[in-house]
T-cell receptor, first 110, second 115 residues
Framework: QQQVKQSPQSLIVQKGGIPIINCAYE??????FPWYQQFPGKGPALLIA?????SEKKEGRFTISFNKSAKQFSLHIMDSQPGDSATYFC?????????FGKGTKLTVNP | GAGVSQSPRYKVTKRGQDVALRCDPI?????LYWYRQALGQGPEFLTY????????KSGLPNDRFSAERPEGSISTLTIQRTEQRDSAMYRC?????????????FGPGTRLTVT
């Protein structure tokens, strides 16, 4: 059973802080690791994704760090803003399907 | 351009009734996926299509659930003899052909409530 374990379940930071969300995976057969952002009442939106041939990927204020040997990856949000308050899901998969973590509810206080 | 659309957005049905949920993917996207998302959880895979071919239906909970995509575009997820445990948000996603084959774009979902 393919699983992605995500932590923490919830996270509260002050504006400008750097929240970090972690995920661990078991199945090494899949080579695509996305992060999705979901606002209340909306569908998940692709935020950033990485493949295991690189250890880090940055897009704007969002960075994925990937540790292949530990089978872990994490999302860092630089200079977090109240507008970043949302639920974040990590995933693993390929063109066939994605398996998601249970989500992290992030709150960024002004 | 237009994103993934789903209809209806909300569906309330009585236990035992059949329901059909529709997904209209992004134009030109060859792959279409159905997920179910419980409150406070991540989306859970149900089934997926490449063009009109159903490639994997391993996530469908039981034989009351079925999906089709007859012309390789719009897809319908059908739940027969609905039960209260079927109540959830049903989400559709689509992805393109090359270069970004893994990037799945989600629709707004259909909230199904079985009373």
């Amino acid at each position: 059973q393919q699983q992605v374990k995500q932590s923490p379940q919830s996270l509260i930071v002050q504006k400008g802080g750097i929240p970090i969300i972690n995920c661990a995976y078991e199945n090494t057969a899949f080579d695509y690791f996305p992060w999705y952002q979901q606002f209340p009442g909306k569908g998940p939106a692709l935020l950033i994704a990485i493949r295991p041939d690189v250890s880090e990927k940055k897009e704007g204020r969002f960075t994925i760090s990937f540790n292949k040997s530990a089978k872990q990856f994490s999302l860092h949000i630089m200079d977090s803003q109240p507008g970043d308050s949302a639920t974040y899901f990590c995933g693993q998969g390929g063109s066939e399907k994605l398996v998601f973590g249970k989500g992290t509810k992030l709150t960024v206080n002004p | 351009g237009a994103g993934v659309s789903q209809s209806p957005r909300y569906k309330v049905t009585k236990r035992g009734q059949d329901v059909a949920l529709r997904c209209d993917p992004i134009s030109g996207h060859v792959s279409l996926y159905w997920y179910r998302q419980a409150l406070g959880q991540g989306p859970e895979f149900l089934t997926y299509f490449n063009y009109e071919a159903q490639q994997d239906k391993s996530g469908l909970p039981n034989d009351r659930f079925s999906a089709e995509r007859p012309e390789g575009s719009i897809s319908t997820l059908t739940i027969q003899r609905t039960e209260q445990r079927d109540s959830a948000m049903y989400r559709c996603a689509s992805s393109g052909r090359t270069g970004a084959a893994y990037e799945q774009y989600f629709g707004p979902g259909t909230r199904l409530t079985v009373t």
